[in-house]
């Protein structure tokens, strides 16, 4: 048998944890498409699989239209980017973080169409660490009309509610924006989502800024963990498919207070 050539994949080896025998290019969850997958979002930067990279999952999924997912891979240290890949997703590459002076952690909910494995990918230093596991799902969480039908809150589009909390050296911020999130797969209801969204400190510095897909979730729900113990306030700004812009801003709790709410409207 041939020795496996590591420049003919964008996977080179598993760190972690034991590799299969065959060859130093398998994937742990033994998906066929993540092969094109790494084509198509890693850039041609090398891989390795890493289980520093943690990706929580409930258990059983109740609602495929509302799944939890938490994605930490703070072990490796700062990261440059942060990607949510769904190989088997209509809409594959599910969210983005850039965290500029954040930590490699999100959490949010999105919608499944069929069980799937999911893996987040986190650049440091020219190299991909991939961490994922697999979803066991029933279908249809991005394309079935749902069973009864859906309000929006139209009047209240765009408004922002969270909390900031203080940690040990951080701020975690969470938040959940009223809005829809219409991937364009249903008939007669045209694409309408939040496309981008950013944190920023009282002085205008960006922390962190986010691109959302069509498989997030109606009403994004988010958490991050932002710097900036010192500063007095987070801003919130998202902007939509429509072009429409939102802002939010958010105190930050004194030192010897616990939280402080999120005020904005859109």
Known sequence: MPAPNPAASPVLRS???PMPNASTTRDPLDSPLWPSMAERYLGGLPAIFDDRVAVALPPVTEDQTQVPLTVDARAIGPVEELLVIADLNPFPLTLRLVPTAAQAFVAFRMKIEQGTPIRAAARRDGLWHVGGRYLDAAGGGCSVPPVVEKKVDWRNLGRMRGRVWREAHDLRLRLRMTHPMDNGMIANVPLF????LTVSDASGRQLASLTLSEAIADDPTLTLLVAGPETEALT???????????RARAAVPPADAQS???QGRP
């Open 15 to 17: 760190a972690g944890r």
């Open 193 to 196: 989502i939040v496309e981008t």
């Open 236 to 246: 919130v700004t998202a902007r939509n498919t429509a072009g429409n812009d939102f």
């Open 260 to 262: 402080a709410e999120m």
